[in-house]
């Protein structure tokens, strides 16, 4: 099922291409840099878009980070999955952060996340005394198995 997202240019983001899927089965849409910035090593930037959006109700647009720049560069996104909420209405910028040992150079117009429309599914947290049993339990950070 296609939903629309109505998207406002914003002045900065004139001329940059629209969120957009790169192939057919693509999960994702790429959206671009609307601004240069060198990112230090070890160092975050919210990187502007150039453009608002209003996501329907019941809805979400998940910011995730590239795979070719977190393994080529070392780059990737400290919050990901992102969330966008429906009721949001200012710039969409990318939280982005630069893991290698080298500054890396974004430019007006590069690829640098994806989005992901997703349906949110509505929910409540109801107060108890007591919880099912499972096999698991309790059991956490890697309760579950063995390195082999």
Not at 15 to 24: H, K, N, R, V
Not at 30 to 40: C, I, P, R
């Amino acid at each position: 099922m296609t939903i629309t997202i109505a998207l406002k240019r914003l002045p900065h983001g004139e001329g940059l291409p629209l969120p957009a899927y790169a192939t057919e089965h693509a999960a994702g849409m790429d959206v671009v840099s609307a601004e240069d910035v060198t990112l230090a090593p070890g160092g975050r930037h919210a990187v502007a878009t150039g453009f608002a959006m209003a996501i329907p109700a019941g809805y979400e647009v998940q910011v995730r980070p590239r795979s070719g720049l977190a393994l080529k560069h070392g780059i990737s996104l400290p919050n990901t999955p992102g969330t966008i909420d429906a009721d949001y209405r200012g710039e969409l910028k990318v939280i982005m952060i630069n893991l290698d040992s080298e500054p890396f150079e974004i430019a007006r117009g590069d690829r640098i996340a994806q989005l992901v429309a997703a349906p949110v599914q509505p929910a409540i947290f109801a107060e108890v005394d007591s919880l099912d049993e499972t096999a698991r339990g309790a059991g956490g950070f890697g309760s579950t198995g063995v390195r082999g």
